[in-house]
Structure formats: structure tokens, C-alpha cells
Nanobody, 120 residues
Framework: QVQLVESGGGLVQAGGSLRLSCAAS????????MVWYRQAPGAQRELVAH???????TYADSMKGRCTISRDNAKNTVYLQMNSLRPEDTAVYYC??????????????WGQGTLVTVSS
């Protein structure tokens, strides 16, 4: 099995910054794409940032210029640095990863989510 554990959420004032982390562990052969999503109350889950296995990154229009996704392949960890946070960024942030297990099975794994609250 493969697990994702997120950390770094919390309460921050508007204009502030947070850095989220997501570490994959377990029976991992390789971690391919790693993605951050978020889900605000009453809203659908939406993609925030995507880091492909080839090293390409994409961002939601609402987050371009305000966040950076990065990863440490040696640690199977992805980060999301968010700056200039706004109240509308308040959401539960979820990490998602496409992995190949040591049994050579393809897995899509979700973390438990970490809450980000931005106060005005």
C-alpha cells in the first residue's frame, strides 16, 4: 500500500503565506505525477497545481503567480508554497499521486487533506 500524508495547513491572515507538504510512503516503486487539489465548503474539488513525472508544472488560473509547486523525488514529497493568500483560498487541500507500487501495480492515492483558513 501507499499512503500520502499532508501537513502545513493552518490559519493565516490575508496576504500571508503557507507551505504545504505531502509525503508518500509505503510500497513505492515510483511516484509519477503529484497534484494538489482543494475543496472549499459547498464547492467541488478543484485542481490547484500539478507536477508531472517529467518535471512540468501547471497551475489553476486563480493561483498563478501566487503559488509554486515543487517536489523532492528522493523523499517522494511534494510541496505547495502559497503566497498572498486570500480568504477565498480557504479550503481543505488534498494531495494526490499516481504511483507504481513495488508489485508493479498502478495506484492513484489521496491524502487525508489539510485545512487552510485565510482570515480577512
Amino acid at each position: 500500500q501507499v499512503q500520502l500524508v499532508e501537513s502545513g495547513g493552518g490559519l493565516v491572515q490575508a496576504g500571508g503565506s503557507l507551505r504545504l507538504s505531502c509525503a508518500a510512503s509505503g510500497s513505492i516503486f515510483r511516484v509519477n505525477a503529484m497534484v494538489w487539489y482543494r475543496q472549499a465548503p459547498g464547492a467541488q474539488r478543484e485542481l490547484v497545481a500539478h507536477f508531472t513525472s517529467d518535471g512540468f508544472t501547471t497551475y489553476a488560473d486563480s493561483m498563478k503567480g501566487r503559488c509554486t509547486i515543487s517536489r523532492d523525488n528522493a523523499k517522494n514529497t511534494v510541496y505547495l508554497q502559497m503566497n498572498s493568500l486570500r480568504p477565498e483560498d480557504t479550503a481543505v487541500y488534498y494531495c494526490n499521486a499516481n504511483c507504481i507500487s513495488t508489485a508493479r501495480t498502478y495506484l492513484e492515492v489521496w491524502g487525508q487533506g489539510t485545512l487552510v483558513t485565510v482570515s480577512s
